[in-house]
């Protein structure tokens, strides 16, 4: 299963970015959803997650009050509205999907919990 993520680009401190991220209509609306980033040699970190049905979420503290995640399942599309942006935010932003049973809600914030992946977006904030 392939993502396709967009919206990445270059934005001064303090600007927005949203980030969207597509999935195949098959397993979309079954899939727990989250995004990751990893900047410049650093390890791939935990951004955000979402319910199936987006009334759950959970965000790393780095980011909890700037940014939102949400998602549009009649559109099989994800979001990472990214708000107060800050220099460490600079990185390569990835979308990823979680198909499972839907008993299981998460939440999930490790990578190799993610089964498919988007190809990532670069997100450069500058100071």
């Known amino acids: 299963v392939q993502l396709q993520a967009s919206g990445g680009g270059l934005v001064q401190t303090g600007g927005s970015l949203r980030l969207s991220c597509t999935a195949p209509r098959r397993t979309f609306s079954r899939s727990l959803m989250g995004w990751f980033r990893q900047a410049p040699g650093k390890e791939r970190e935990f951004v955000a997650f979402i319910s199936r049905n987006g009334g759950s979420t959970l965000y790393s503290n780095s980011v909890k009050g700037r940014f939102a995640i949400s998602r549009e399942n009649d559109k099989d599309t994800v979001y990472l509205k990214m708000n107060s942006l800050r220099p460490e935010d600079t990185a390569v932003y990835y979308c990823?999907?979680?198909?499972?049973?839907?008993?299981?809600?998460?939440?999930?914030?490790?990578?190799?919990?993610?089964?498919?992946w988007g190809q990532g977006t670069l997100v450069t904030v500058s100071s």
């Open positions: 990823a999907g979680h198909d499972t049973i839907l008993t299981d809600n998460g939440p999930y914030t490790r990578a190799n919990e993610y089964t498919y």
